[in-house]
């Protein structure tokens, strides 16, 4: 038996209510019922009831709605925005046995993204395919009329729920990609069912940065000047969080080195550079340790140091395209590739391939990288071509890398890492060959342009320049 009888979304039109509303009717037993008390429509644009109530009806008695949802199997609820039916809003606030969602997005993202849903007609995303593109004008009158609607809700909600004494549950848009907050709803609802996975057919419609969003930029940037808080430059990530992935790293017997790889770097080279470094093979270091086991390294050896190696993204992703998509590693993602993304590569691994078609396949699959890392394809987001700032982040959850080292820096690095630890530096060996093509022979601007536009916060928060 849960703790409510109903429940009650409060968000706002672009904030991911769709989303958040398609992940709550994944659990069992839960129903959200849509925009139910929206002036215009009764649940959803095209519906005509909801639980027997038509518009008419509804809008005539909508307590007996309420009565209506509370009384259905399951715990049922709706979402509601500002501009929702106000008779059953103080109702609703006042009572606990109604539980509160909270949804907030910066105001400013949330703008943009309505001003580019008007425009287009485009108000949900299932197929990035059919995405629909334009740029928002802004208008710094509406924004802050827009602004002041949206605050002034919050401070309502926000004082009822005070002198009520209840507590909401607070989601905020990025955490829509977090399983962990989504469970965490599932037990505040008091329900006991539990998500195994996220929502996967809502796409995220607008990913690119806001700067890339808005015809007028400079305009709203100078508008919104004295208003730091919508933190305008930040370039968006909609990337799952990651775990720590403990079991991939690599730890020394006797030297107190811990290596962190990250996936599509050059995880070889330094392993082989590890196993040297205490006169053995990769082999003999110790791999697939539990989180147990990895404390009990650290607290055997003090003054340990742990390291993770960054490569160029460019290099990073070519290197995953030509020895996991072409290498025939991932043959189900080939496939979709082939014949879903049209990239102009073999059916099979070692098939007949030029190397323009290999610059065009690649260029593809940087395009594919961007979309995907933007949550708009329906494939997982692989560690192989995640973004380093994900991984990184991940690996902190358990223990932050002490050093950050860089590919093309690496021989140089590892050899002042040897000398901290009191080792001669072995040579650090080369790098297997890049095939059927090398990036040098097909990189260019535009390829420079397509890695830098998928791999964006990568390139921010490390200060990667152009390959070459």
């Not at 709706?78 to 909270?102: E, M, N, S, W």
């Not at 290596?259 to 110790?286: F, N, S, T």
């Given at each position: 038996?849960?703790?409510?009888h109903?429940?009650?979304?409060?968000?706002?039109?672009?904030?991911?209510?769709?989303?958040?509303?398609?992940n709550?009717?994944?659990?069992?037993?839960?129903?959200?019922?849509?925009?139910?008390?929206?002036?215009?429509?009764?649940?959803?644009?095209?519906?005509?009831?909801?639980?027997g109530?038509?518009?008419?009806?509804?809008?005539?008695?909508?307590?007996?709605?309420?009565?209506?949802?509370?009384?259905?199997?399951?715990?049922?609820?709706?979402?509601?925005?500002?501009?929702?039916?106000?008779?059953?809003?103080?109702?609703?606030?006042?009572?606990?046995?109604?539980?509160?969602?909270v949804?907030?997005?910066?105001?400013?993202?949330?703008?943009?993204?309505?001003?580019?849903?008007?425009?287009?007609?485009?108000?949900?995303?299932?197929?990035?395919?059919?995405?629909?593109?334009?740029?928002?004008?802004?208008?710094?009158?509406?924004?802050?009329?827009?602004?002041?609607?949206?605050?002034?809700?919050?401070m309502?909600?926000?004082?009822?729920?005070?002198?009520?004494?209840?507590?909401?549950?607070?989601?905020?848009?990025?955490?829509l990609?977090?399983?962990?907050?989504?469970?965490?709803?599932?037990?505040?609802?008091?329900?006991?069912?539990?998500?195994?996975?996220?929502?996967?057919?809502?796409?995220?419609?607008?990913?690119?940065?806001?700067?890339?969003?808005?015809?007028?930029?400079?305009?709203?940037?100078?508008?919104?000047?004295?208003?730091?808080?919508?933190?305008?430059?930040?370039?968006?990530?909609?990337?799952?969080?990651?775990?720590?992935?403990?079991?991939?790293?690599?730890?020394?017997?006797?030297?107190?080195?811990?290596?962190?790889?990250?996936k599509?770097?050059?995880?070889?080279?330094?392993?082989?550079?590890?196993?040297?470094?205490?006169?053995?093979?990769?082999?003999?270091?110790?791999r697939?340790?539990?989180?147990?086991?990895?404390?009990q390294?650290?607290?055997?050896?003090?003054?340990?140091?742990?390291?993770?190696?960054?490569?160029?993204?460019?290099?990073?992703?070519?290197?995953?395209?030509?020895?996991?998509?072409?290498?025939?590693?991932?043959?189900?993602?080939?496939?979709?590739?082939?014949?879903?993304?049209?990239?102009p590569?073999?059916?099979?691994?070692?098939?007949?391939?030029?190397?323009?078609?290999?610059?065009?396949?690649?260029?593809?699959?940087?395009?594919?990288?961007?979309?995907?890392?933007?949550?708009?394809?329906?494939?997982?987001?692989?560690?192989?071509?995640?973004?380093?700032?994900?991984?990184?982040?991940?690996?902190?959850?358990?223990?932050?890398?002490?050093?950050v080292l860089?590919?093309?820096?690496?021989?140089?690095?590892?050899?002042?890492?040897?000398?901290?630890?009191?080792?001669?530096?072995?040579?650090?060996?080369?790098?297997?060959?890049?095939?059927?093509?090398?990036?040098?022979?097909?990189?260019?601007?535009?390829?420079?342009?397509?890695?830098?536009?998928?791999?964006?916060?990568?390139?921010?928060?490390?200060?990667?320049?152009?390959?070459?």
């Amino acid at each position: 038996m849960t703790r409510f009888h109903s429940f009650i979304l409060l968000a706002e039109m672009r904030t991911g209510s769709n989303l958040l509303e398609a992940n709550l009717n994944a659990l069992e037993g839960v129903s959200c019922l849509g925009e139910v008390f929206n002036p215009a429509f009764i649940a959803y644009p095209n519906a005509e009831d909801c639980l027997g109530f038509d518009k008419a009806s509804r809008d005539a008695d909508p307590l007996a709605l309420l009565q209506a949802i509370r009384q259905a199997p399951g715990l049922n609820g709706f979402r509601f925005f500002h501009d929702h039916d106000q008779r059953v809003l103080d109702l609703l606030l006042t009572d606990p046995g109604c539980a509160k969602i909270v949804l907030t997005r910066n105001p400013a993202e949330s703008y943009v993204s309505w001003k580019i849903a008007q425009a287009t007609g485009q108000w949900k995303l299932t197929d990035v395919r059919r995405r629909k593109e334009t740029r928002a004008s802004f208008d710094a009158a509406e924004f802050e009329a827009h602004l002041e609607a949206l605050q002034g809700f919050q401070m309502r909600v926000m004082r009822s729920l005070q002198v009520t004494g209840q507590t909401a549950f607070y989601v905020d848009y990025d955490d829509l990609q977090s399983l962990e907050v989504m469970n965490g709803l599932a037990a505040f609802l008091g329900v006991e069912a539990r998500l195994e996975g996220l929502e996967q057919k809502l796409k995220v419609q607008n990913p690119e940065p806001l700067s890339e969003k808005v015809e007028n930029f400079a305009v709203m940037a100078e508008s919104l000047a004295r208003l730091d808080r919508f933190n305008l430059s930040r370039t968006p990530n909609f990337e799952p969080r990651r775990g720590p992935q403990v079991p991939s790293f690599a730890a020394c017997k006797e030297v107190p080195l811990l290596y962190m790889p990250v996936k599509g770097g050059p995880e070889r080279q330094v392993l082989q550079w590890l196993a040297a470094l205490e006169g053995g093979k990769p082999r003999d270091l110790q791999r697939k340790l539990s989180q147990k086991e990895l404390r009990q390294w650290l607290r055997a050896r003090p003054g340990h140091r742990s390291f993770t190696v960054l490569p160029h993204p460019v290099r990073r992703a070519h290197r995953v395209f030509c020895d996991k998509i072409l290498g025939g590693g991932f043959a189900e993602i080939r496939k979709v590739l082939r014949q879903r993304y049209k990239l102009p590569i073999p059916g099979t691994p070692g098939g007949a391939y030029s190397q323009e078609q290999h610059r065009e396949a690649f260029l593809g699959f940087l395009g594919f990288l961007k979309a995907n890392l933007a949550q708009q394809t329906g494939l997982r987001i692989d560690p192989h071509w995640a973004s380093q700032a994900a991984v990184l982040e991940g690996f902190s959850q358990f223990v932050t890398p002490d050093l950050v080292l860089r590919e093309d820096e690496l021989e140089a690095d590892l050899a002042h890492l040897a000398a901290r630890v009191g080792r001669a530096a072995p040579q650090l060996a080369e790098g297997p060959k890049e095939s059927p093509f090398e990036l040098a022979e097909i990189y260019d601007e535009e390829i420079e342009a397509a890695a830098a536009d998928a791999y964006a916060r990568d390139y921010l928060l490390f200060g990667f320049g152009p390959w070459r």
